[in-house]
Structures are given as C-alpha cells and as structure tokens.
C-alpha cells in the first residue's frame, strides 16, 4: 500500500530575498521499500538561511534547479524498515529535505541515540544545537579558531544557533564573548539569556566597527564569522595580532546579486590574521563524541538554546522567507 | 671629526600616487661614537612599494610622520666601531631608512657572511633575493602555505623580487607556477628568464577571473598574494577545495583613499581556504638556514635575481615614485 506524500520544490530562481511563490508543493507516491531501506515519517524540519546560497549559484553544495526538493534537515520517526541498522520506531535525523516522508537506503541518516536525546533534550535538538548548527560552532571555535581560555571572541548572528552555540561554549571555555545580532529583543536575549558578557544591536550603531573597537579594547583573538560583509570588516579592524577568524558562512552575500566581500584585507597582512572557511561534514567523525559533550553542557544547565517552532507542513515557504527580515529567536522549525 | 651627511626624510603625506615633492633631503652631524656604537657609510638602499602604506595610515608599523627618515634596507661598510661584534671593513645590512651613514649600537643591523655574499652573488642580494623580499617569499611558501611538491601555484607581481623568488623556489620544488604581471616585458621576463610555466598580463585581460581560471583548468592549491583586490578576487574563483593563500601585502591597496578588498570571500567558507597574513619578521629565527639555502640554488643556477641599480642617493625619492607606474624589473635599488 503506498504511502502518499508531500515535498517542497523549487519553481522559480529567487531573486534578492526570496518569496513564498518560488516554491511549490508536490504530492508523490513513495515506492515500495526494497531490501536495505527504510521509510520515514518527519516530524521537524528545518529551514536555514544558508540554503539561500544554493537556490540561486552554484557553491560547496550544487545548485538547486527548479524542480528540486528543498535542502532541510529533519528528524523523523522509522515506520518500516528492510535494513538491519534500523528498526521501526527509531528516531533518525537525516538532510533530506522539505519532505513529509521519504525511503531511504539509509545512507546520510543518523540514528539518535535515546541516551542523548531524552528530557531536558528535544528530539529537534538533534537538527539544531545538536545537529549541524550547533556542532559548526563547536568544531569552528575549537578545531579551525583553537580557541584558548581566556581570550575574547565576537560572535557574529549571535542570536541564531549556531552563533548562540559559539558564544556559550566559548564562556564554559572562560572566554569574553561579544555578540552582534540585530535588534534590542535578539540582544536582550543573548546577554540575558545566553550570558554573552555584551551583545551589540547592528541595526542601532551607523559605525558598526566604532562599536566593536568599543566592546574589545583590548582586540579580539576570534571571530566566529557567520555573515561577512560589513560586519566582517568591523571585526577585522578591531583584531589582535595573530588573531583568528573561522568563516562558516557569509549569509549577508547571499541575497545581493554582487558581492560585496570584506574591504579591511590590509589587516590580514598587518595583523598577521587567519580566515579559514570550514564545514562541518569535514568533523564528521568527531560528531558523536561532540554530541555527548554539547548534550553535557545542556543538561548541566550550563548551555541553553531556543528553537522557534511552527506548526504545519504548508508553511515551511513562509517561514524561510521570514529568516531574511524577522526576529525570531533561535533555531526555525517546522513541526508536521 | 664628525661626519657631515645626509637622509631623506617624508615633508608631506602623500595622497594617491606618492610625488617626489612629498620628499626633502636634510643634511645632518653625526654625533661622535660612544662604546658599543659603530658608523656604517651605505653603499646600496632599497626603495619598497610596500613603505607607501606606512606613509599615510597605520600599519603593522607605526605610521611615518613628516620630518621622519624615509624606511628602507640597506648595505653598508663599517668605517669605524666601538663595538666587538663589528670591525670597520665589516659588510653590515639594515632598515636603517634612506641615509648615506648612520650611527648604530648595532641592534638591527646584521654582519653579512662573506662566505654567501661572494660572486655570483652580489652584495646588494642582502636586501633583495637574501634579504626580506626573498626570506618573505621562502617562508610564506614553505611556512605559511606549507607548500608541496606537484601542487598548482599562483603568484601575483611575478616581476617583483618577492614574486619571481616564491615562483622560482615553487619550480624548484616541482611545483607548476602560473604568474600574474603587468605588461608584456614582464611576462616575458617572467616565463623566459624565471621559468614559471604561463605568465598572464593583467593589464591584457578584462576578465581576469576567467584568465586565471583558463590557465588554472584544476584549480589553484597556493596563491601567494602581494596585491589584493582584483587579483585575489581573481584567484578566489580558481581556488581548490582546502587551498592555501598566503598573504605578503595587498599593494592594490595601498595608493586607495578608500579601501576596496575582495569581494568573492564566500569562497573561503565553499571552498574552505586559509588566507594566512605573514610578515617575514615572525621567522627571523630561520633567516641564515633560509639564506644558506636560497643562496645554493643561485649558486647552482637554479635560481635568478634581476636588480634595477639607479646611481645617485638623490633619485632615491624619482625611484620611489616610479615603481607606482614603471615596468621595471626586479629589486629597485639606489647606489651610493
């Protein structure tokens, strides 16, 4: 008996900011399930912003096509298995995309390990502080930056996981962590809520890097680059000698139709800088270890994090196309 | 009896293309020796692009103030000492700035090893291909970009000393070595008498990006970058996965009211580049074993330096001036 199923595609190459009217909704028969696979029912999936940057050129990933299902992560529950490493019932995570269900040979899907993922720990957590956002943060600072106590870091998107990752584990390493997000409720949350020493507004200072020179007398040993642009170059004209900046994205390139890039280069050279772009896939064996020590730190009470959830399958367009104006907080879910 | 001369000092801050009215002799006493001191009658100085930046902003040197003695290396003859490290006869080279003599304790300035500075290898070699220009293109190659043997390396101001040196040691280590110059007799020089593999003309290219791309069909594994700007936006786009730039001086920046930098950083996080700023200063500890060995492969014909010798320590400002616009080849030096 087949299971009839939804997906997101793409039907039109988004220019600028995206709309919901460049997605659409296809309704499928899933096959039957061959010997090795498995079939998934999700029950979260994720809408990221760095999968902007795929909808429209070509970058570390391939370009989508219209026609070709939304890049997401999810969680989902097995509802039928023909593989030995799965059995009904189990949670897996997966990066198949904006799908209600989908079969799988079970190559790219994770198994969650119950002892991981149990209260205070949601099963999302396994697509946001214990998924790829927060374990770009945990690999960024400690593997590509080789981040030290005691030294000061600027976090940029300090407001979303994987910026409110790096900045809490940055403190539990006795760093002074400070933050840029935009607007006083993203503030507000990061220092009072993730105990950022000091958050700044970017919306509230013309002289962005005035203000960080500000907050860093002293200069930053690190920078956890999410955003590029502007911002990067505020950071850049603040650095310590010899400082480092781990790149893990640069999400304010990715709706203009020219890059802008960093103008500040000189200080590479003058301060004697390292800019290194990682991604996370190149950890992946360290993944299960840093899941058990992140998961540590949440039930410590000593990490926190903030998923924005909403309810319904048909709205994962809208909430996409919020990222790019809204001020959610933390990790956006789509709960089916 | 003290000794009447003269040095160059900075009399106003250049805007745009430094002119030689910017420049003014003064002509000085030099104090009697005290213990410890030696006076060194220059016999070659340098003049550098890079000193430009220092001219009118801050660098990793302190900005040049009007009145202050214009920066550059020399080589010189100890006529007298009061200090044991030195006998007068003694060959000694120095960033002593640009002056026909000076008084020292001794501290910066280093005793030239007879034994490396004997024919073929001239004397002014000491602030050229074995002086900072050379030693910056040996460490940033071997130290910086930890390069290997067989990999694809690009090399900005292939005409210059640090450019044709870093290609000539990625030659010697089996490396194939695409330069970037300006105008046909540099490229000429640089592919005939140096022995890179292709040298492109950045003033014969509108699209340079695509030049370097068609001459770098599987990527680039090393950019040794001088320039900045538009040549590293060029190489960004041509870099492989996990390619290494090693940043010696973004000179494309340093005659800009307003700075430009690169646009096409979202390389580094797709790509996942290392762009390492380096001053050769951090590998001081290295420089006699880096002059030992640089020193053999000219010895052995394997590696060529070119040096543009203009006599009269008067030019030494007209000299300057040109290299914003001139096409000449190598090292510029002034013979006393």
């Not at 994205?249 to 139709?257: F, K, L």
């Not at 960093?262 to 280069?265: E, M």
């Given at each position: 008996m087949p299971i009839t199923t939804e997906h997101w595609t793409l039907c039109r190459i988004p220019v600028g900011i995206p709309q919901p009217a460049d997605f659409e909704v296809e309704v499928v028969d899933l096959p039957d399930l061959s010997e090795g696979e498995i079939v998934v029912a999700n029950r979260f999936i994720s809408v990221d912003a760095g999968v902007r940057d795929r909808l429209s050129r070509d970058s570390y990933a391939r370009r989508a096509e219209p026609g070709e299902v939304i890049d997401g992560f999810a969680v989902g529950e097995v509802?039928?298995?023909?593989?030995?490493?799965?059995?009904?019932?189990d949670l897996v995570s997966s990066a198949?995309?904006?799908?209600?269900h989908y079969v799988s040979t079970g190559r790219g899907v994770m198994r969650m390990d119950p002892a991981v993922f149990s209260p205070p720990i949601s099963e999302s957590a396994a697509i946001g502080v214990l998924g790829v956002s927060g374990l770009t943060a945990y690999f960024g600072l400690r593997?590509?930056?080789?981040l030290q106590p005691g030294e000061t870091v600027l976090v940029s998107s300090a407001a979303g996981t994987v910026g409110a990752t790096a900045g809490q584990i940055a403190r539990i390493m006795g760093c002074r962590v400070v933050g840029i997000a935009g607007g006083p409720v993203r503030c507000q949350y990061v220092v009072?809520?993730?105990?950022?020493d000091i958050c700044l507004d970017r919306h509230a200072h013309e002289n962005l890097a005035g203000a960080v020179a500000d907050s860093c007398l002293d200069g930053i040993d690190v920078y956890f680059d999410n955003v590029g642009g502007e911002v990067l170059d505020a950071a850049l004209l603040s650095m310590k000698q010899g400082g480092r900046i781990a790149v893990a994205?640069?999400?304010?390139?990715?709706?203009?139709?020219e890059p802008r890039g960093?103008?500040?280069?000189r200080e590479v050279v003058e301060r004697r800088l390292r800019l290194e772009g990682f991604v996370v896939w190149d950890f992946l064996s360290g993944f299960r270890d840093a899941m058990t020590e992140v998961g540590g730190w949440i039930r410590d009470g000593r990490l926190t994090y903030y998923e924005h959830v909403v309810d319904g399958f048909e709205h994962a367009p809208e909430l996409f196309c919020s990222l790019f104006s809204s001020s959610a907080l933390g990790r956006s879910l789509i709960r089916l």
């Open positions: 509802l039928a298995s023909l593989n030995d490493q799965f059995q009904a019932g198949n995309g904006w799908r209600r593997d590509v930056a080789i009072e809520q993730l105990g950022f994205g640069q999400v304010s390139e990715y709706n203009r139709e960093a103008r500040h280069l």
